[in-house]
């Protein structure tokens, strides 16, 4: 998807950075970008791909879906403008403020305070003051948003997620680390234990959380569940395949082929492989307690 050129507006204020996770310190450029002039539209300039897939040929792990991705930007009231970052990559600091100014009418800029932009990141925010003070554009600069006496950051999200911290890592979000995948036909093990689940399988291209066990919630036709969620390889009935398996509480039906939102909030345990079903069958119910109780503290307050 590349709307960069569908048409030109005549007058606007953009968001410029990477947002790839659009975590705390990103909302803060945003939250700039939308408190502009009446006159403007709030636009934020998205790449389809992340530009360390051409930088170095390897792209760090997505932190959202699309489908959630273009939900967020509408909440928080700006339009994305998608590019292919290979369009813009070659193109000098002035030469880049120059084409997306004719092409999107800007007025007005926000960008983090580690913005660098232009051919090998040759400029930064000083470099960024200059050219919108040359073409008569307002420039907003957002400072660091701190988590625990740092700036937050998708790497330190990804880090958090990968060590099984989803707590932290949904505070430097500003919302529950989620994901809403089709859910994939299966075993219906968990119906035969009594514990009907969906199951999800990550993208290749998608962070998976540390494996184990997570007090979740789900978004099913546009009502929240409690739920409780495996992650991993589901040990003691494995078929090899990683995924996500999901208890919903309150849910009895298969929803095959739905994209189900799943919010992790706390991690349980790490995965098990038990003995016999019985032992597993029991442990479930265990789980499925405490991600009730959890429920219930956080008042299904969700995000």
């Known amino acids: 998807m590349d709307n960069f050129t569908l048409k030109k507006i005549k ?3 953009v968001a410029l950075g990477t947002f790839d996770g659009l975590h705390t310190g990103h909302r803060s450029v945003i939250e700039k970008a939308v408190d502009c002039r009446s006159s403007e539209v709030p636009l934020i300039l998205m790449f389809n791909e992340h530009p360390l ?16 991705e273009i939900a967020l930007l509408k909440e928080m009231g700006i339009t994305p403008v998608y590019v292919d970052f290979p369009s813009l990559m070659n193109l000098s600091c002035e030469d880049f403020i120059v084409s997306i100014t004719r092409k999107l009418g800007i007025n007005q800029i926000s960008c983090g305070f580690n913005y660098h932009f232009g051919k090998n990141a040759e400029g930064d925010t000083m470099t960024l003051k200059q050219l919108c003070d040359d073409n008569g554009i307002r420039l907003k600069v957002a400072g660091a948003v701190m988590y625990e006496d740092l700036p937050v ?3 330190r999200i990804r880090d958090a997620l990968e060590k099984g911290n989803v707590i932290s890592a949904s505070n430097m979000l500003g919302r529950h680390f989620s994901y809403d995948f089709p859910v994939q036909e299966s ?5 035969e234990l009594g514990f009907p689940t969906i199951n999800q399988h990550f993208p290749n291209d998608f962070i998976i959380p540390k494996f184990g066990v997570y007090a979740s919630y789900a978004l099913v036709k546009k009502r929240f569940y409690p739920s409780v969620t495996n992650i991993g390889l589901r040990p003691t009935v494995s078929d090899g395949v990683l995924g996500s398996e999901t208890h919903i509480i309150g849910i009895n039906e298969t929803l095959y082929g739905e994209n189900i939102r799943v919010a992790l909030t706390e991690r349980l345990r790490d995965e098990i492989k038990f003995a016999s079903l019985e032992e597993l069958k029991n442990r479930i119910r265990s789980d499925r307690e405490k991600a009730l109780r959890l429920w219930e503290e956080y008042d299904g307050k969700t995000d």
């Not at 897939?53 to 959630?68: D, E, F, Q, S, V």
């Not at 075993?187 to 119906?191: C, M, P, S, T, V």
């Open 11 to 13: 007058a606007s204020s």
């Open 187 to 191: 075993r219906k093990l968990g119906r």
């Open 153 to 155: 950051s998708s790497s």
């Open 53 to 68: 897939l051409y930088l170095c040929g390897n792209a760090p792990k997505r932190l959202i879906t699309k489908n959630h």
